[in-house]
């Protein structure tokens, strides 16, 4: 019998999956939100995650159900652990990347190293909170927030008075997450994969550039990452993972400061845009990884087919058309790229696609990335 | 509008066509000859390729047909581009590929090196070509044979007399092909992808090591094939490709004789078992090469990402269950190891899956596929 995996949502996580589940032989099925999702070759089911009958009766029979994104809620995730099915990663685990504040909480205890943060109920914390932090301080919503939504730049608590006043519902954990402005040199990611019997195998770390908030390109291996610099961030990785019980692939953003720590920014508990470039680059993929280890099988080589691998993304896609008009001229300028076209209709600074360069000079697959990204866009 | 491509069958060849689709953003669609095929992911329906109707009705709305083997009838195939329908490789092309004879013609018409050949009608035309070729010599069939089905090496004209009674047969062909047998060293494969708009590439040439007359491993590139021999199958697939006017994947299996010479054996118009190492070893695999080339799109690099990539089928599979089965003890052994499992029900001789490994040490990269393929047998 094949090894069947459950992956509930239908986006280019899920879609991204399915190579390597048709490579190993493995049975994959997406429960989607809508028709036509990203992953609809796999979806076999359409239906709404919120609704755990829905959500029960798509992972009747496989062997592990895992996620496209992190907004399953939790009586939804606890209820398939009641029924018996192996979730990961699990609900505990994924409580912690859920919720900003439980986040900060747990990761602080453990004394791994975060930016100075503060719980605000009311205005009057946030007062406090920019007082002592020089007056200008970042606002994240617990809740919710996803590429650069949820998260505003503010000097004084008017300007998140709306969050405040929508604290009273529930769904928002009934608080925000301040976090002092760190001067940062550039931001970084790890990502490494844990499997239930405990095996971690980590990435090299890389270098990501954002652009208004959103993950713009990444550089694998971060450049100038130093011995001491990559350590420390495998370390860090390696500790959230078994410390939060992980299980799949976990992406740890981080910051490099102007006074050489690595702070922690954000955790993504599964595939992320930060890994993309291991698709090209890597011996094994996140998304070869991901399924192993939420099947609990052993983990893959993470070595690299060249120096360096380069990913942009696609963001928003051509204005007349889709990603599949522009390829013709793409492919006829760059036959070594490697792209990546997510099956979504093109919308302003929407993620639909990327593209992948490798080679031996870091500047030439830099210029070849950009330029190939460059094809998709206007 | 993504574009969209049709496959005629649901074998292993069109499931590896699936991955690339999936990240080029391609629809794929597969006629699949029974429930349960190995591309059924992608198989959107099930169906009869010789019938004229199924396949004209499979074909509406695809951007291109083209097909996981050569078995598509020539009425059929003349009906789809009857109906306005791209397909790749033509029917013209796929005639050739198709029976034997008409192969053995065409290339020598074109002067490329084959084997000497005779067609037979009769038994006294094998006993002719016995007397001038040592008495020993082989028989095929013109149509229908693969992996060694349709091939006997014959001393006497008693020894295939079953299939000279069965001439009369008109789907037949209504000859035998004899060829002389080559006092060759090893066997190569050169790939090649050609273009409707008539752009070609080549892959580096392999070595096939057969067993039982089927290909058991490949090696890639093929140890010690100096500049001449490359220079030589590459011309050679070059040339056939165009004078043929092959569009999409076309494999040219080849002798390599003791006296140094490189002679035509097969030709097969569609990715090849010689070709599945690119999945893991090259920039470009065949299978995304072919999806670009029937789409008539700009080819991809050729590329390899290490010195050597050494496949090594699966040939039939456990005895006691599926490759699913043995996973975890080849993942544990072997994290390097690209494992490929076709989904199919193991059977004694069936190619149910292949493995691959990358390195810079032929010696230790063959070692390395040999004892992964090996955790499947027995």
Chains 1, 2 share one sequence.
């Not at 696609?314 to 001229?329: E, K, Q, Y």
């Amino acid at each position: 019998m094949a090894l069947r995996v459950g992956v509930i949502g239908g986006g280019q996580l899920a879609r991204m999956m399915v190579p390597p589940a048709v490579h190993l032989g493995l049975e994959i099925s997406v429960l989607a939100e809508t028709e036509g999702s990203s992953a609809r070759l796999a979806a076999t089911q359409v239906g709404d995650y919120h609704d755990v009958e829905t959500v029960l009766a798509f992972a009747r029979g496989v062997d592990a159900i895992t996620f496209d994104h992190e907004h399953v809620p939790q009586t939804v995730l606890r209820a398939l652990v009641d029924a018996g099915v192996e979730v990961h990663p699990s609900p505990e685990a994924l409580f912690v990347a859920q919720d900003k504040l439980v986040m900060r909480e747990r990761l602080s205890a453990l004394g791994l190293p975060v930016p100075d943060w503060a719980r605000l109920e009311t205005a009057a914390d946030l007062d406090a909170f920019l007082a002592d932090h020089g007056g200008r301080v970042v606002v994240k919503t617990a809740r919710g927030g996803y590429d650069g939504k949820g998260v505003r730049v503010v000097s004084s608590s008017h300007e998140v008075a709306d969050w405040f006043d929508g604290l009273s519902d529930p769904a928002t954990g009934g608080a925000l997450l301040a976090e002092e402005l760190v001067d940062f040199r550039r931001e970084l990611a790890q990502s490494v994969a844990r499997r239930p019997s405990g095996e971690i195998v980590a990435w090299p770390v890389v270098e990501s550039i954002q652009r208004d908030g959103v993950c713009a390109e990444v550089l694998a291996p971060a450049p100038r990452s130093t011995g001491r610099i990559a350590d420390i961030a495998e370390d860090i990785a390696r500790r959230v993972a078994t410390e939060l019980g992980v299980t799949g692939v976990l992406a740890v953003e981080l910051f490099e400061t102007n006074d050489d720590r690595i702070l922690i920014n954000e955790l993504a508990m599964r595939p992320h845009n930060t890994g993309h470039w291991s698709i090209d680059g890597s011996t094994t993929s996140q998304f070869e990884q991901h399924l192993r280890a939420v099947l609990d099988l052993p983990l893959g080589d993470t070595g690299t087919h060249a120096d360096w691998s380069v990913m942009v993304n696609v963001l928003g896609g051509p204005s007349d058309g889709t990603m599949a008009n522009r390829l013709p001229a793409l492919m006829a300028d760059q036959p070594g790229a490697k792209v990546h076209d997510y099956g979504k209709e093109p919308r302003p600074g929407r993620k639909v696609g990327h593209v992948t360069t490798l080679g031996d000079d870091l500047d030439d697959v830099v210029y070849r990335a950009r330029a190939a990204a460059e094809f998709f866009a206007g």
